[in-house]
């Protein structure tokens, strides 16, 4: 009598620790993260933007070779954690963006120093001190929603900040609202493409 009590205690002492073992819970993806970049700048004439980006020169033939600044704004400390960055014109990611001429977008590490540099917009070539700064997309005055993909400048693991400068050499210079926005990454991971074979 006194084993078969025993035998019944341990099976229930089983019995209760698998009821306390984890299960994984399927995960749900997380949600896209909207940071604007810019505020909508109405368009307004070259010569009466009064601030110059005279670290920046351009190779044109018509108007100024030193951009002036039409507006500027900046993140805040970000991760992507497997996420791709793209532009939109809103929040919610359904509008594309505009600017005339140019964006500069900086990235900056945890400490404010900058360590990569891209143009999208309608511009000739940029320069940056002696370096040619990097197109990114086409060169046009609008944009489709998320058509600029900023991935590939943002370090992957290390948290970063990114500054937007909106630039005009020509003309009239404006931008429409521009927000940074982050969207988990849903392409299988290398796991899942390896048993799809």
């Keep these: 009598m006194h084993s078969r009590t025993l035998i019944l205690a341990a099976a229930w002492g089983l019995v209760a620790c698998a009821r306390q073992v984890p299960t994984s819970a399927p995960t749900t993806p997380a949600a896209p993260r909207a940071v604007r970049l810019l505020l909508d700048t109405p368009a307004q004439e070259t010569e009466t933007l009064s601030k110059r980006r005279d670290d920046l020169d351009i190779d044109t033939t018509e108007g100024e070779r030193t951009p002036r600044v039409v507006t500027t704004g900046q993140t805040p400390l970000l991760r992507l954690e497997g996420s791709r960055a793209r ?21 900056l590490d945890a400490k404010g120093q900058r360590v990569r540099s891209a143009v999208v917009g309608f511009t000739e070539g940029v320069h940056m001190g ?15 929603p998320g058509e ?33 926005v982050l969207v988990p990454d849903a392409r299988p991971s290398s796991d899942d493409d390896l048993r799809g074979q």
């Design 87 to 107: 532009l939109y014109g809103d929040a919610r990611a359904t509008l594309g963006i505009s600017v005339d001429n140019f964006l500069l977008l900086e990235v």
């Design 148 to 180: 600029v993909d900023l991935t590939q400048l943002l370090p992957e693991s290390e948290p970063f900040q990114v500054r937007a400068t909106a630039l005009d050499y020509w003309g009239v210079g404006r931008v429409s609202d521009v927000f940074l």
């Design 130 to 144: 002696k370096e040619q700064v990097d197109a990114l997309g086409r060169r046009a005055f609008s944009f489709e």
